[in-house]
């Protein structure tokens, strides 16, 4: 099947400070995006989506960039509090209309007090 | 309900055993999902049923798996002849037809072969 990712990434932020998780995506055919938050022992979480007619979209504490000109995605995430901790997920559509989203690698955010 | 349930939320299976997990979407989502996550990755598409179309099973990763469901309502995953490499998380999803926002996972469950 589709898969991607082996080792999670980790980023360490402290708490407070901002956080940003990157994101590649593989097909320029995409136009819809997703982050989602994943917590221990649960499923992903939605948390923030965009299409591709825009770059950029905000939301409570939460911003996303898009750039589809490297095909990458980014999930700022402001005043970083324990609470986020937690793997964060892109996901891709792959093309216009379908909704089997492919998922990237996750990276594992640590908010350190 | 109010979100997706899947049972059981724990499985631990003898290698070569059948197993069967069971996911209840949302009432009234159309779209079901189910990924498979393997311990510290990422999520790995299996099938898609949207309505009652045709499901998409380019994900399945052998003929071992298969997936069920009827109409909008409860579908099942069977693994047969597990493996130990089929010891994973899998998720089940559910969404309006559009998915996006409205797609909604389960919490799960933990199959592990041994």
């Known amino acids: 099947g589709e898969s991607v990712g082996l080792h999670l990434p980790t980023l360490s932020v402290q708490e407070g400070d901002n956080s940003i998780i990157n994101c590649a995506y593989s097909?320029?055919?995409?136009?819809?995006f997703i982050w989602y938050k994943q917590e221990s022992g649960k499923g992903p979480q939605f948390i923030i989506d965009?299409?591709?007619?825009?770059d950029k979209r905000q939301g409570q504490r939460v911003t996303v960039l898009l750039n589809k000109t490297v095909k990458h995605l980014s999930l700022q995430i402001a005043a970083t509090q324990p609470g986020d901790s937690a793997v964060y997920f892109c996901a891709e559509n792959t093309a216009s209309g379908t909704y089997k989203y492919i998922f990237g690698t996750g990276t594992r955010l640590k908010v350190l007090a | 309900g109010a979100g997706v349930s899947q049972s059981p939320s724990n499985k631990v299976t003898e290698k070569g055993k059948d197993v069967e997990l069971r996911c209840d979407p949302i009432s009234g989502h159309t779209a079901l999902y189910w990924y498979r996550q393997r311990l510290g990755q990422g999520l790995e598409f299996l099938i898609y049923f949207q309505g009652n179309s045709a499901p998409d099973k380019s994900g399945l990763p052998s003929d071992r798996f298969s997936a069920e469901r009827t109409g909008e309502s409860v579908s099942t995953l069977t693994i047969q002849r597990t493996q130990q490499e089929d010891s994973a998380v899998y998720l089940c999803?559910?969404?309006?037809?559009?998915?996006?926002?409205?797609?909604?996972f389960g919490s799960g469950t933990r199959l592990t072969v041994v």
């Open positions: 965009i299409r591709s007619n825009m």
């Open positions: 097909n320029s055919a995409s136009d819809y």
């Open positions: 999803a559910s969404s309006p037809i559009g998915g996006g926002r409205g797609y909604t």
